[in-house]
């Protein structure tokens, strides 16, 4: 439709014009959207998307429950956080006893960076070390100091002095990940030690999401957080992709590794689209970290946000979506590894729960990483209706990541379309 590309065309440049030619859009001819409810997303020209992409809305967009603790909290007070206030307090009542005992003290941010940017400060204030260790392409935000530990977001330059990038768990390529991401993680807080820097910490997500979506076995960070506690660096748990039951296994991602993090930081679903973060830590770290630093945030934790968030953490329990990740989870997971037979492209399809990965390779043998096929499946699967991301060192693995009230039925669709597209290219 001619008229509807002249549209698009308009759309884009307007965007362009304020917000630069860096401004990040998805599609090589974008999409406006309009609205969105559940697990669907309405674009201005009429048509409906399935969401596979979804990170931050995670009850389903627009959730009523969501919607209108917001509207009834921003309507009776939206204050910054220096006064008291019951609902804030409510809400780190609910979200520590959700956590670890050894884990009793929160602070709320807006963002993920804020509360990767605070770990990063009570680390090095607990340790005395300025080193992190972090996995070859992970993402911890956008601040200064957590750009410097997100090689993603540098591809190909060197990493700054106090960083060091160790290879992501993949099971894919190599055996044992776990074992091999401990004596990694070991050298390299010994490398920063030798050269007088010191260890912090290492800060890793526990479905290595920007990685390329690496879950598994089940315990791998076992002998990693061992390593980092011999080392005397701090593990904090980047939650901002596994949190909030995506895993399927529990709340939080960590936990289906059996660890128990010095450092939890939260993000993206904790309010379903209304910004929030927090960084969730034992007390005694937190007071030591208080007594030589300070850390104060106008909008983090105030009443709406409190608000928002005591309402993702009744939806999450009271429609069972935890349950429903590991279930929805598992028969994809299942329909894709069935339609794998058929497609030589696929050279590996992994997850836990709601978080998929399916790696798209040139060559199964040799396993070659084919971003190329991902792009095209990627463009398919949209004319197809479904939206859906790519991650990895190659961007060649499918991110599968819909909101946690996905069905069977839509699970089924993203199958059967999968299927559709990959018959369609030449390689498929
Ligand atoms: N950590 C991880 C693992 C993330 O994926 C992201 C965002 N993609 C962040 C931190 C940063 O969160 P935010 O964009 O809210 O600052």
Redesign the pocket.
Known sequence: DPRAATAIGQAVERRLRSFGAGSVLFYQEPIEMVRAEGVWLHAADGRHYLDVYN?VPSVGHCHPRVVEAVRRQVGTLNIHTRYLNAVVDAYAERLLATLPAAIDNLVLTC????A?DLALRVARAATGGQGFVVTRT?????TAA?TDISPASRPGRPLAPHVRAVAPPDLYRAPDPGARLAAAVAEAAADLKQRGLGFAGFIA?SVF??DGVHVDPVGLLGPVVEAVRAASGLFIA?E??PGFGRTGAALWGFARHGVVPDIV?L??PMGNGF?M?GMALNADLLAAFNAEDKYFNTFGGNPVAAAAGLAVLDVIRDEGLIDNARAVGDHLLQGLREIANAHVAIGDVRGAGLFIGLELVADREARTPAPAIATAVIEGLRREGILIGAAGPHGSTLKIRPPLCFSRDNADRVVEACDTVLRGLPVG
């Not at 963002?111 to 804020?114: I, L, M």
């Open positions: 990170n963002t993920g960076s804020e990767n992970a993402y911890h935000g956008n957590v997500d999401s920007s980047d901002v992709q930081t993000g993206k910004p973060g």
